[in-house]
């Protein structure tokens, strides 16, 4: 579902944004959590510009994935990145909770290459960039089905490293979801989101999540 009008006249007070890079299930995991009617498809890029939903005075928006998308020019790439940092720095205010999702059993590994660049991993600058403008910041590792049983704690280690957040990752639990979409594995975040509308006295939410 689009939206046209200002969040004003939607009567809005509540905004949850999904980011992350382009194919880490975003959208997959958007509609399985909200029953969200958002485009998903196997094409990474598919989302090209906010996507919207909403559910009494909460609005649920899908962010246009970051970095490679499929048959998009590099100029355009980075116009959809400035275009979502804008809209997160417009509407941080109202923006209560930010989940981003990441591929859990690749993410130290991609956040590694960058660092062997000498660039900031998008990732982690957008993970920072949510948590400095006062966004209540959530990283749902997902596709965590991937990874075997003996490997999981210290797989989740790896990227709370990487997130600049100390180990053990069980110490950041209020931060860190690990989730799988295929598996329909989504209780670590739910019982997150739940916490944070909970702690804003908005329990009548609880049944859209």
């Known amino acids: ?33 909200f029953g969200a009617k958002v485009r998903v498809g196997r094409r990474p890029g598919v ?8 559910e009494s005075d909460l609005l649920i928006t899908d962010m246009p994935g970051f970095g490679f998308m499929s048959g998009v020019k590099d100029r355009k790439q980075d116009i959809v990145k400035d275009q979502t940092i804008r809209y997160l720095e ?14 859990g059993p690749t993410f130290p590994e991609v956040v590694d290459r960058w660092d062997s660049r000498d ?19 959530i990283v749902a590792a997902n596709k965590m089905d991937k990874v075997k049983a003996d490997e999981y704690d210290s797989l989740l280690d790896e990227v709370s490293v990487r997130l600049g957040l100390e180990p053990p990752w069980q110490d950041w639990k209020h931060i860190i979801a690990p989730i799988s979409v295929k598996k329909l594995d989504l209780k670590a975040l739910k019982g997150l989101l739940r916490d944070r509308l909970h702690e804003m006295k908005r329990d009548d939410l609880f049944k859209y999540v």
Do not use: W
């Open 90 to 103: 417009k509407n941080a205010e109202r923006i209560k909770i930010g989940v981003l999702v990441i591929d």
């Open 47 to 54: 989302t090209l510009r906010p996507r919207h939903a909403q």
């Open 1 to 33: 579902m689009e939206t046209s009008k200002t969040a004003a006249e939607y009567g809005i007070n509540i905004e949850i944004i999904f980011v992350g890079r382009s194919n880490v299930g975003k959208s997959s995991l958007l509609r399985e959590i």
């Open 119 to 137: 660039q900031i991993p998008i990732d982690v600058e957008m993970f920072d960039f949510m948590r400095e403008i006062g966004i209540d910041t």
